[in-house]
């Protein structure tokens, strides 16, 4: 299995919703990342978590919360989001520590704020 | 954070190479990296290239690195109108878990 595998693929949620985004890999990455990208923009890093742990917050507003359960699986909570919010969500993951690996990327989910 | 900068848009002819430029500021990057993204999808990585080499060949890929002048680019041999999509140059940054994307290349192929 050489994939991330994000759901839902289309989300649309009002202000006051509280929704989550689910990342899954089974390719033994120790690395999980969550990007969001605006059209025509290129990806912006939100979180990093390596092992597990959160290693990197890329001082993310608080209405976005990450979770890692456990090493394949990564979540994104949403609540209270704002219209600007909308966006590509991306899920990425690699290899733990060195080495020239790049990300895999998911195809990622397409969220609508209302 | 570090600066990644690429031209916004290239528009070739079926059969002819592409070439997209990107340049870069840390010049402490170890990997360089080019990805594919195509209309509603993730990013697919293409090649790869250590800050070491020059020139990394990869089918009708070929990655030319001047770290002098800090400049990246990607030759796509005998374009194809399924090469259309967006391509982003990527840094990875001293610490590794960081990459920093440059704006992204539309590329337009006709055929």
């Known amino acids: 299995d050489t994939e991330v595998t994000q759901t839902p693929k289309h989300l649309v949620m009002g202000m006051t919703n509280k929704k989550s985004l689910k990342c899954e890999q089974h390719m033994g990455h120790r690395a999980m990342y969550w990007y969001k990208q605006k059209a025509k923009k290129p990806p912006e890093l939100m979180f990093v978590y390596s092992y597990e742990k959160l290693s990197i917050n890329e001082s993310v507003p608080s209405r976005f919360s990450p979770e890692c359960p456990n090493s394949s699986l990564l979540n994104l909570h949403l609540h209270a989001l704002q219209p600007e919010d909308s966006a590509l969500y991306l899920c990425?993951?690699?290899?733990?520590?060195?080495?020239?690996?790049?990300?895999?990327f998911g195809s990622g989910t397409r969220l609508t704020v209302v | 954070g570090e600066d990644v900068e690429q031209s916004l848009f290239l528009s070739v002819r079926e059969g002819d190479s592409s070439v997209i430029n990107c340049t870069y500021t840390d010049s402490s990057s170890t990997y360089l990296y080019w990805y594919k993204q195509e209309p509603g999808a993730g990013l697919q990585l293409l090649t790869y290239?250590?800050?070491?080499?020059d020139m990394k060949q990869d089918q009708r890929l070929t990655v030319l690195l001047n770290k002098k002048d800090k400049h990246l680019s990607l030759r796509i041999a005998d374009t194809q109108t399924g090469d259309s999509a967006i391509y982003f140059c990527?840094?990875?940054?001293?610490?590794?878990?960081?990459?920093?994307f440059g704006s992204g290349t539309k590329l337009n192929v006709k055929p």
């Open positions: 990425a993951s690699s290899q733990g520590t060195g080495g020239p690996s790049g990300y895999t």
């Open positions: 990527a840094e990875r940054s001293g610490n590794f878990n960081k990459f920093y």
């Open positions: 290239i250590f800050s070491n080499m």
